[in-house]
């Protein structure tokens, strides 16, 4: 036999050897006692268009690409959008009146809290935020951020850290407030 097949037939032999060794017993007993311990269901539903309505009133009206409805055995359910959400929010007149988009969304019943992450944007008359990481706290009605830019109609941009706003978006707070600030040319007269 040639030594070069000899070499070959050693390293197959090793590793044959190698992968039989590392199945075992204790395998099959953690992977019993995982099963008995992790339960959940999950739903899928594509294509979904949700309305919030309030005192017989539509507030909002979602639109979602893809929506998964956790319910883990020991509660704490959740609904996760992994391909994005829109949510338009609507006056009294059904009209748009401001919007946010987001590239993926979570939303934890216990906590009462939905968080939009990756392409944050939140649209209205009086300003346009742009951030990675947008969460609503439904007990207190706000939204928070860490930091984004914020952008507004005359021309203003500014970089924020620890957004906060109220759930219409009409009182809007931050801190350490930098970037270009539009000034009219008649300001002071």
Do not use: H
């Amino acid at each position: 036999m040639e030594p070069r097949s000899i070499i070959y037939s050693l390293i197959i032999l090793c590793f044959l050897q190698v992968s039989l060794s590392s199945c075992g017993e204790d395998d099959l007993k953690t992977a019993a006692k995982l099963k008995g311990r992790v339960s959940m269901s999950s739903d899928t539903t594509r294509s979904v268009d949700i309305t919030y309505s309030d005192s017989a009133k539509v507030k909002a009206q979602g639109f979602a690409p893809v929506l998964v409805k956790v319910v883990p055995a020991n509660g704490g359910s959740f609904q996760e959008m992994p391909k994005g959400i829109k949510i338009n929010f609507l006056d009294p007149l059904a009209n748009v009146k401001g919007s946010i988009t987001s590239d993926y969304a979570i939303m934890k019943d216990l906590e009462k809290t939905a968080t939009f992450l990756r392409n944050v944007v939140v649209v209205n008359e009086k300003l346009t935020y742009n951030t990675e990481e947008l969460v609503w706290d439904q007990t207190k009605k706000l939204f928070t951020s860490p930091k984004g830019v914020i952008t507004k109609p005359d021309g203003t941009v500014l970089s924020a850290v620890n957004f906060t706003a109220t759930e219409d978006f009409s009182t809007v707070t931050w801190e350490n407030g930098t970037g270009e600030v539009y000034v009219p040319d008649n300001y002071g007269q």
